[in-house]
Structures are given as structure tokens and as C-alpha cells.
């Protein structure tokens, strides 16, 4: 008799019965086994078919992170945005940032690098994307009550500083998630995922 926990497997086994038929499968999870962590819609599909029929649902909603301090949060917002299935995610700042709180999921998404926030606002302006941060300071309005575009860039900073002044001042508006405790931020990590969630359910709640 051990204490240690049951292991549970995640994902399923090797296929059973006929092989289905379709481009799509990929002979070796067919035969193998799919292990990943993909709902049950995408079990046994090819990496390029799944990111493909992906494409065919992408949210006009884009997630904007600031790379400065390396910071580990970035790869919970991606996961999260992987979830919300977000037109793209773009890195400004440092090119590497930190995949391990992504969970793979990166391999899913769009994910584009903007060296600077001046190359960041020229592709907001040439693509028609208003950018919006998630701030909590003065003049930000709460975003329980705001009217969110629905194509719109959430733009979110560092853990601890938040965004940095340029982009800041790059924001054509800026948003609040209302705390009432003591502690004056919450988690990056979690304000994406109230912030992109906030945006679901104005656009598309009932729809998934």
C-alpha cells in the first residue's frame, strides 16, 4: 500500500476500430495515442489542422503584453488568451519571454513581436485596432461598466510597475477591474483573464 496520489492520464489512448479518413489526422496520435492537452474536438488531429481550423474562429480581440523584466506571468496570459481563442498576441518589448506558464499553448496562437511601442502603435493604426489598457490609475474607468469595442487590443503591463509610460500614453483609453481589499494590484495573470473574459461576455457570450 503506498500514500502516494493515483496518477490520472491525461488524454486518450490509441484509436479503436477503423481508422477514420480526412487530412486532418495524424497517423502517429491515431496510433500512439494523444496525450496533449486539446479538447476532445481536436483528439488525434494534426498540430497544422487544429491551428488551421482555429483560424476559421478567431476573435477580432488582440492581447498586447509588455516584455521588460522578463516576466514570468506572460505565459498564464497566453494560456489564457489560447482559451479565449484571441486574434493574436503581441509581445512588445523583449522578444524572449517566459513559455513555461504557457503550457504549449503558444503553439496554438498568432503570437507577434513589436521591438518598441512605436512599432506596435504603427500596426494598431494600420490595421484599425484601437488600443486599450488595463490600468488601474487615475482617469481609468471601470471596466464593469465600459463599452468595450469588439475589435479592440487589451494592452497589459509588467507584475508590480504596470505599463510603462509610453505605452500608457499610446492607450486611447484605459480600464480598471474594481478591487475592495487591501492590496492596491492583483495578479497580471488574472487581470488578463477578467479582462478578456469581460470582453466575451459583451461579444460573445452564448456563442462558443
Known sequence: MTDEPE???VGVGPW???LPEGDHWDPELLADGDRRNVVDRYRYWLHDAIV???DTRRHPLHVVIEN????????SVVRTANAFNVAEVHVV???RWNRR???????????RHHPDVADLTAW???????????????GSVPIETATLPRTVALVLGQ???GLSPDLLAACGATLSISQFGSTRSINVGAAAAIAMHAWVREHMEGTA
Open 68 to 75: 521588460l523584466q522578463h516576466d514570468f506571468n506572460i505565459g
Open 16 to 18: 479503436e476500430g477503423p
Open 93 to 95: 518589448g523583449r522578444r
Open 7 to 9: 496518477r490520472l492520464e
Open 124 to 138: 494598431a493604426a494600420a490595421e484599425g485596432v484601437p488600443l486599450v489598457g488595463i490600468e488601474n490609475g487615475p
Open 159 to 161: 507584475e508590480g510597475p
Open 52 to 54: 488551421a481550423d482555429l
Open 101 to 111: 506558464g504557457a503550457m504549449v499553448t503558444d503553439r496554438y496562437l498568432h503570437v
